[in-house]
């Protein structure tokens, strides 16, 4: 019989658990305030799994001489046994650059141990930013605050070429005749100096897949700060300090930008929520007397610049969709409605009531 994904966990688990036992014991230690003589694990259970994340929860049962007790792990296991290593030094990387702001209750977590296909990290507690029931505004605020300590606030030369080789590319891609194609070249052409303007000290580090499903909400009555945000899973993230800072910021956006203008017809919403996200970046930012005038001199240009190119790759993304939206008709229309948004986008040059 072909095993679970839980059961191969479990099975993974108790064949190197002994590896971080000394984890175990922390945890006991933590409880009792005494370190304990023997520890032992008498249960494993995987709670749940992290949106698309591909990261499980799971709680271990733990005997010792000094009572019962339950830790909290994260697992992560992949089918490649050489990507590991590699997201381990990201994760590092990560944890490193949120340090400096445990104070303002921004973290990632730790690995505990990894071996080949399997990273096991520090026990997350919370909810992802959707399933959370913190109120919106406070949530986008600290969904901001987050990305903003990654980024940090030095200032570097964001290499502007590489938006340009995407739009160009992305929109040859594209499953639409060629005066659409022009129309949309053009569009994109007419802002391109601009933007590269303002924005060439915008560079910084980019964690490649910043979404809500990797943004982690804490909450702990009586705790100070009450609300923790743990950034998961940097998968993508690169230490290079060439990219544009707004690329991770629109990346979280786009598919609400979709969905909301899909429901609404109109971006009210977004405004409301984004304006949120920019008052956390901008108060992280603030610590040290910057803010996102620092680099694009109060310009909402490059925001909608870069939220465009967020949409037009969302295209490429639902090309294979076509059941999803209903058949052929169905993708062509709401392909048609992106390039709709994208053209909004493209058009505003402040942010639209």
């Excluded at 924005?199 to 009555?221: A, E, M, W, Y």
């Amino acid at each position: 019989m072909e095993s679970t994904p839980s059961t191969r966990m479990q099975q993974v688990l108790r064949r190197i658990i002994e590896g971080f036992s000394d984890y175990f014991v922390s945890c006991v230690e933590n409880t009792y305030k005494k370190t304990p003589s023997s520890v032992e694990v008498k249960d494993i259970t995987v709670e749940k799994k992290l949106g698309a994340t591909g990261i499980h929860i799971v709680k271990v049962k733990l005997e010792s001489d000094l009572g019962m007790d339950e830790a909290s792990i994260a697992v992560k296991i992949y089918e490649a046994s050489n990507i590991a290593l590699d997201l381990v030094k990201k994760i590092n990387t990560l944890e490193s650059r949120l340090s400096p702001y445990k104070a303002q209750g921004i973290s990632s977590v730790g690995v505990i141990f990894f071996s080949r296909g399997v990273v096991v990290m520090e026990g997350i507690q919370g909810d992802v930013f959707r399933d959370s029931r913190i109120p919106r505004p406070q949530k986008y605020r600290y969904a901001g605050r987050s990305i903003a300590a990654f980024h940090g606030y030095k200032s570097n030369r964001c290499w502007f070429e590489k938006y340009k080789l995407l739009i160009s590319r992305s929109i040859e891609s594209m499953p639409i005749d060629q005066n659409k194609k022009s129309s949309l070249n053009d569009i994109f052409n007419r802002r391109i100096r601009t933007v590269e303007d303002i924005s060439k000290d915008s560079g910084s580090v980019t964690f490649g897949d910043f979404h809500p499903g990797n943004v982690i909400f804490d909450l702990r009555i009586g705790r100070n700060p009450m609300i923790h945000t743990h950034l998961i899973d940097p998968e993508y993230l690169d230490t290079t300090t060439e990219h544009d800072r707004l690329e991770d910021i629109c990346n979280f956006f786009a598919v609400e930008a979709v969905d909301i203008y899909r429901q609404d017809q109109n971006l009210t919403r977004l405004k409301l929520n984004m304006n949120s996200f920019l008052a956390g970046y901008n108060e992280i930012l603030a610590l040290k007397h910057h803010s996102l005038n620092s680099y694009y001199t109060g310009n909402y240009v490059p925001l909608h610049f870069h939220m465009a190119i967020m949409i037009l790759m969302s295209i490429l993304n639902i090309l294979n969709m076509t059941d999803f939206f209903g058949g052929e008709s169905g993708l062509e229309n709401e392909i048609n409605m992106r390039i709709k948004l994208i053209e909004i986008f493209l058009n505003w040059t402040t942010f639209p009531d």
